[in-house]
């Protein structure tokens, strides 16, 4: 018989197993990025994790124990995103739960709020310039208003979701001002230089984010005379992550937060938070080194919480964000999938599937360890047109920079024939380089939509992206408005703090009397969005654990990826044409038996011995 007394586990205790858990995978990190005394850094860093556990709700802390059960929760079928701003969508955070029936009959069960922490006054790019993250921004709401919405959103099912921007604070910022008054301890906070010199070195390898509106990587402040790091605007001053005190500030910031019921935090522009001379300052190995410090710290203290890493960038640099080598499995749970994004609309624009056959098939592991993408259509910036010549090498007669010229002028609707209203963004006079804006509908021609087949099309092709990004792997990423076909808002510029960023014409105000329509183009496309998100959530191949197999056909017109299922596979094929496309079922890997096609719920008929697509047809074949 035992001697230990009969008593259950202690909160206190909980945390050292926690702790003795996450250890491991801390340490080698914070060397790696600090050196010196680790053990001391790792004594401030379990104050720090015990101070927030000690304050952790105990209804949190109970999601932290039913997580920690099931760490795959977010990897699951039925996990659906919607992406808003807060006013724009519900108008404040007190009317947010009012529109929590919506979002259930969509099927959301993760809710993105758009930066809603106190941003700067004025411009303050989209919210992502914060002058104070442990408070929301007034115009929302307080943060009493936070914690009660985020409240109502969990017990609907749905994760709230918030950005947390740390490659850069507004220059309002607490530590930010203090730094410009002179203190030390927070000027070690920013990359700060006493004269241009570095500065100019640093500027021979670096490219430029907003050439327009920001030039240039740095700003100069006569007050101060000194130089300060500003990737982005000149008002969000980048921090200095090769400080160790910065990362436990952030740290400190964010279990704050998830205190406060935030569920998942999309890390923003982590790509740029380390720099070194002589680089692109992007990507950089140590960026990997902090998301897993900040993702293996978050989970001792907060098990329930997940991040989502923003890097839009080329295909071998995004693989790394979901944990590849020894990150595998310990670094951010999620990741946008800009480069399906990407391929989206290059082929839809081309109607020849072969250089993203090539990029998806060749870049991307199958699956990655208990992490996925979030792959999306469109979201609040600009598409980048992340196509490279190693790339286009690989397809006959393909140019890199011709590929972008003609998609930035397809989407620009100059291109002969097309019919998207996008607009071009930040024009690199140097590289020529051009981005696009425009929303989903706008892009993929509804706006432009003369004629009863011109709107057709239009609907059909945003079927086609709705259900790829239902099928293809991880979280689907719905953008507000996009469920209903809302096309470009060109008021923006009417905003003195929107006008000289047009990416605010994705950005428009929720049309709720659209979504009230019975007929018409929001509707179809609604019913079409619910209908393919009903049949994603019955489909158990569809969940982030099951991998993804992209298949080289030879077929240009059709994308053919499959889900590859324990038992049975799901053979997904997009044609991405106007014309009727026809394929060879041992093409697409189909076994000899009957299929069921899950989208029309018909069988698959074949004719003539083939598989027979409409213009701009998804098939999610399975066998019966
Ligand atoms: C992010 O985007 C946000 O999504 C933008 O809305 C912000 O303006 C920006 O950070 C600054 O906070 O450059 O054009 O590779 O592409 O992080 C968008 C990553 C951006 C960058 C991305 C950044």
């Not at 920690?68 to 659906?80: G, Q, R």
Request: aromatic content about 10%; glycine content about 6%.
């Amino acid at each position: 018989m035992s001697a230990t007394p009969r008593r259950g586990v202690t909160n206190d205790e909980i945390f050292a197993l926690r702790w003795d858990r996450g250890q491991r995978d801390l340490i080698g990190p914070l060397h790696r990025l600090y050196g010196g005394d680790t053990l001391a850094l790792m004594d401030r860093l379990r104050d720090l994790l015990k101070k927030h556990w000690r304050a952790r709700p105990a209804d949190l802390r109970r999601l932290d124990l039913v997580r920690d059960l099931n760490p795959d929760w977010f990897l699951s079928e039925d996990m659906v995103a919607y992406v808003f701003y807060i006013d724009r969508f519900a108008g404040d955070l007190k009317h947010l739960p009012s529109r929590i029936p919506y979002l259930q009959e969509l099927g959301v069960t993760y809710a993105h709020m758009m930066p809603c922490l106190k941003p700067r006054p004025g411009a303050n790019d989209g919210g992502y310039a914060v002058m104070d993250y442990t408070a929301i921004n007034p115009a929302l709401g307080t943060m009493a208003d936070f914690q009660q919405s985020n409240l109502q959103l969990r017990a609907a099912g749905i994760s709230p979701v918030i950005d947390m921007v740390l490659n850069h604070t507004a220059k309002e910022h607490a530590w930010a001002v203090k730094a410009r008054a002179g203190d030390p301890y927070y000027q070690a906070f920013y990359r700060m230089f006493d004269d241009d010199t570095l500065p100019k070195q640093y500027e021979k390898t670096l490219v430029e984010i907003f050439p327009d509106q920001a030039p240039g990587n740095f700003t100069f402040y006569d007050d101060m005379g000194k130089w300060v790091w500003t990737t982005f605007n000149e008002y969000q001053w980048d921090l200095n992550w090769e400080n160790p005190e910065v990362f436990l500030a952030v740290l400190d910031t964010i279990l704050f937060l998830a205190n406060r019921g935030v569920e998942v935090f999309r890390l923003d522009a982590v790509a740029f938070m380390w720099k070194q001379m002589g680089t692109s300052c992007q990507n950089l190995p140590q960026v990997h080194d902090i998301l897993q410090a900040l993702t293996q710290a978050t989970r001792v203290c907060a098990p329930a919480v997940i991040h989502k890493a923003e890097a839009i960038v080329g295909p071998q640099d995004l693989v790394p964000y979901l944990g590849t080598g020894s990150h595998a499995g310990r670094e951010s749970q999620l990741a946008y999938h800009n480069n399906l994004m990407v391929q989206f609309w290059s082929t839809l624009a081309s109607g020849d599937s072969r250089l993203m056959t090539y990029v998806l098939k060749t870049h991307f592991p199958e699956s990655f360890r208990r992490a996925s993408f979030a792959p999306y259509i469109r979201c609040h910036d600009d598409i980048g047109w992340a196509i490279t010549p190693e790339d286009t090498a690989h397809i006959p007669h393909m140019d890199a920079k011709a590929h972008r010229d003609y998609l930035a002028d397809f989407y620009n609707g100059t291109y002969p024939g097309s019919t998207a209203r996008g607009t071009d963004f930040q024009v690199n006079a140097e590289t020529g380089d051009r981005r696009t804006n425009g929303t989903f509908a706008s892009l993929a021609g509804l706006e432009a939509a003369r004629t009863p087949k011109e709107v057709d099309t239009a609907i059909a092709r945003m079927r086609l992206g709705h259900a790829l990004i239902a099928s293809y792997g991880g979280i689907p990423l719905i953008y507000m408005g996009d469920e209903i076909g809302m096309t470009n808002d060109y008021s923006y510029v009417d905003n003195p703090d929107h006008a000289d960023d047009s990416r605010w014409i994705q950005r428009p105000m929720m049309d709720w009397d659209a979504t009230e329509q019975t007929e018409g183009p929001a509707a179809r496309i609604s019913a079409d969005l619910r209908h393919i998100m009903r049949t994603r959530k019955a489909t158990p191949q569809f969940a982030g654990t099951v991998p993804t197999r992209v298949l080289d056909t030879g077929h240009r017109a059709l994308f053919v990826y499959q889900r590859l299922g324990d038992d049975r596979e799901v053979t997904c094929i997009v044609n991405f044409t106007a014309d009727t496309q026809k394929l060879w079922p041992e093409d697409a890997a189909l076994r000899d038996v009957p299929h069921v096609d899950l989208l029309s719920g018909q069988a698959l008929a074949l004719s003539h011995g083939q598989i027979t697509l409409a213009p701009y047809q998804s098939m999610w074949l399975r066998p019966v």
